[in-house]
């Protein structure tokens, strides 16, 4: 079955600063790739996500990329600011199922 | 449109007893699914349906029990609670699947205890 690993954890930058958080996965046959920000005892929500027919996807201040050959996906946000601080997962999947990674933690500092 | 809602909000359980947590939608999605979600675990998916009378099993089904009878409702059952089993369930849903073209929604959420 699909493994979606995340990476950092956590990530701490200071406001105006980009940050990238990146996520692998196993499984050639996953085709779709949404990021989900979570705040504090808030439900997930998608703010972005990547087919494996597109190779990039931008949306105002965050974008998504993908390299299939490789099997990883990275999300980047640039000029962060403090609302930007929230959990936020990958996930990655097909056949109607998802896999979710861990989660990244972000702190944007004032 | 309600979107997707998940009563309770909180419960307590004991060891051992059971209990059902409900879920429903108000956007005629075909699709609904249920995940935990644990410190540092991500969600997990638990049972999913493709439509009602259709469920199967995701990555963490042993414990629990779902039914579809309508599209709107999808309530997870969860049949002799654990300690194990605390955590916070979220209940989701799409047009057609959480990897189409559609977006996936998520309810508010259970927080679940098991002393």
């Given at each position: 079955g699909e493994n979606v690993e995340q990476h950092p954890s956590t990530l701490s930058v200071q406001e105006g600063d980009s940050a990238v958080i990146k996520c692998t996965y196993s499984d050639?046959?996953?085709?779709y790739f949404p990021w989900y920000k979570q705040e504090l005892g808030k439900r997930p929500q998608l703010i972005i996500d990547i087919r494996s027919n597109v190779g990039e996807k931008k949306d105002q201040r965050i974008a998504v990329t993908l390299n299939k050959t490789a099997k990883h996906f990275s999300l980047h946000i640039t000029?962060?600011?403090?609302?930007?601080?929230a959990v936020y997962f990958c996930a990655g999947g097909s056949q109607g199922n998802l896999i979710f990674g861990k989660g990244t933690k972000l702190s944007v500092k004032p | 449109n309600a979107g997707v809602t998940q009563t309770p909000k909180f419960q307590v359980l004991k060891t051992g007893q059971s209990m059902t947590l409900q879920c429903a939608q108000?956007?005629?999605?075909?699709y609904m699914s249920w995940y935990r979600q644990d410190p540092g675990m991500g969600l997990r998916l638990i049972h999913y349906s493709v439509g009602a009378g259709i469920t199967d099993q995701g990555e963490v089904p042993n414990g629990y029990n779902v039914s579809r009878s309508t599209t709107e409702d999808f309530p997870l059952r969860l049949l002799s609670a654990a300690p194990s089993q605390t955590s916070v369930y979220f209940c989701a849903s799409s047009r057609t699947g959480p990897t189409s073209v559609h977006e996936q929604y998520f309810g508010p959420g259970t927080r679940l205890t098991v002393t």
């Open positions: 050639s046959a996953s085709n000029e962060t600011q403090p609302e930007d601080s | 108000d956007m005629n999605h075909e």
